[in-house]
């Protein structure tokens, strides 16, 4: 079915003791209710699962605040769970109601539950040609007789929405009294059978915790358990303790808390830093659950440790200053030395992204090294401290003998007085670090006036001279990050301007290393 202009928009699902009616609003816009499936038969006391298909064509009014779904049912049946998916791009769930549930009359023997969503201003830009897939987890009530009686329910389905905080039934238009749901649009029987179920549901065995190392918080899953196996599942209980644990009844422990079905994971807030013993428990609707359980432990710490071994050559190597910086401030957050079997500890390092370097004495001929065996910083690899990063808890360095850096003023070049000159220090090389200062020095002649000595690129403005040829000697000096250095000297052999320039031979007193630019 089609709707065109959602100021009517709905479907309906009719139930002899049970009316379910789904509701999603929108307006200025074009919706398909693809399909609504239910099972066809179940058992009392079972979880039984309302699917709903919509198309959204478009969906675009700042006005619409809040939609939902409205369902009556039995007075002995309970909503367990009810989300949306909008393309399998992010959910929601539809959180109980009250208020708007106080507007419906439900029909004799019947309760109405209502389940709404408000919608942030940021994610409207999401509700927009989307496909949504509404899932509602309902459980079954009892019916009086013996086991396999039976009873036949009837369903329906509608739509609408709530705009400028107003709360409007859309199908049927503006009827809020379920006797008055006529329209069967969509129909579906269901046969409830009448079983009395003893069985609890299976133990749950693949619980996973993982510290979200803040020093107060985990977060507990057990994704691998399948519910939909067992069908009566209506919460799980949780459980913890600083001790282990394999029974709970036993032991006398009892849940801190419990989530709903259809719910595999808990962050668990408010912790102190100490080891804790998690379990979950599935429980059905008459309350049986498996006591015994297989608890996952986990020792609470705010941040990680990093450890390792200092080596050169493979023997450990004493008193190397192992430092964490901070990768965008560059702020020291922790160090350690390491002892004389070459081991460090750096405890606690809090979620974040970091540069670890490992740097030897000032005396000493080691080379510094960064993480992942990088000898520049823009070379290194981050660390990355958060609960999800496969990082590694324990990193060893190689250490290895510092290669000086080899520094070249360029080569050289004859030039007139009064000329632009440019000298270019960039080709030197450190071959296991990088080059972190470039010094510039005149050694004779006129003093000029460079644009800054402690750059690898310099440039001045050649001096008027008195004879025919004169020659400025200048030095580079350069500095890697082990404070090693090399220097390496040019000439700029000025002329006359009546003079004729040298051209660019070896064969030249002038040629020492020096590159010209005009």
Not at 379 to 392: D, E, F, K, M, R
Request: glycine letters at 4%.
């Amino acid at each position: 079915m089609i709707f065109n202009n959602c100021k009517k928009i709905y479907a309906i699902l009719i139930v002899q003791s049970l009316t379910i009616v789904v509701i999603f609003v929108f307006q200025a816009c074009k919706v398909t209710i693809i399909d609504i499936e239910l099972p066809e038969t179940a058992d009392t006391g079972e979880v039984i699962e309302l699917k709903m298909s919509c198309n959204i064509d478009y969906i675009e009014n700042d006005n619409i605040n809040e939609y939902g779904a409205i369902l009556q049912i039995p007075i002995d049946w309970e909503i367990i769970n009810a989300i949306a998916y909008f393309d399998n791009d992010f959910s929601f769930t539809l959180a109980k109601n009250d208020k708007y549930a106080k507007e419906y009359i439900p029909e004799e023997n019947n309760k109405i539950w209502v389940g709404t969503y408000s919608i942030p201003f940021n994610n409207k830009k999401y509700i927009t040609n989307n496909q949504i897939e509404v899932s509602v987890l309902i459980l079954t009530g009892n019916i009086e007789g013996e086991t396999e009686t039976s009873k036949v329910y009837t369903v329906k389905a509608g739509i609408g929405l709530s705009e400028n905080d107003q709360w409007i039934s859309h199908d049927p238009y503006n009827i809020y009294n379920f006797q008055d749901f006529s329209e069967l649009t969509y129909t579906k029987l269901i046969t409830i059978y009448k079983a009395n179920d003893n069985i609890p549901p299976p133990q749950i065995q693949s619980i996973q915790v993982k510290d979200l190392l803040i020093g107060t918080d985990v977060l507990l899953s057990w994704q691998g358990y399948n519910e939909k196996l067992v069908g009566d599942i209506v919460r799980y209980d949780l459980y913890k303790s600083n001790s282990f644990f394999d029974n709970v009844l036993e032991e006398e422990i009892l849940p801190f808390t419990t989530v709903p079905s259809n719910t595999y994971m808990k962050q668990i807030t408010d912790l102190v830093e100490n080891k804790y013993y998690f379990a979950v428990c599935a429980v059905d609707e008459k309350g049986n659950f498996i006591p015994k359980v297989q608890p996952a432990s986990v020792e609470l710490k705010e941040g990680v440790d990093i450890k390792g071994y200092v080596l050169h050559q493979d023997e450990p190597v004493e008193g190397i200053t192992l430092t964490i910086l901070d990768k965008y401030s560059g702020i020291k957050q922790k160090e350690s030395i390491s002892q004389k079997d070459g081991t460090y500890l750096i405890s606690e390092i809090p979620v974040g992204e970091y540069f670890l370097i490992a740097t030897a004495s000032a005396n000493s001929n080691l080379n510094a090294i960064y993480y992942n065996n990088a000898y520049s910083l823009k070379n290194a690899t981050p660390l990355i401290v958060n609960p999800y990063s496969s990082q590694p808890n324990e990193i060893n360095f190689e250490m290895s003998i510092n290669k000086k850096p080899v520094a070249d003023a360029g080569p050289n070049q004859n030039v007139t007085e009064e000329t632009l000159v440019f000298l270019d220090g960039s080709n030197s090389v450190d071959l296991d670090g990088e080059i972190i200062s470039y010094e510039w020095e005149q050694k004779n002649g006129n003093t000029v006036d460079f644009t800054g000595i402690f750059s690898a690129q310099q440039r001045f403005v050649t001096p008027k001279i008195g004879q025919q040829t004169k020659c400025l000697e200048f030095v580079l000096t350069v500095i890697d990050n082990n404070n090693d250095s090399d220097s390496d000297t040019c000439l700029i052999c000025i002329n006359k301007n009546n003079s004729k320039s040298g051209s660019d031979s070896d064969s030249s007193p002038c040629f020492i290393n020096c590159l010209i630019m005009y």
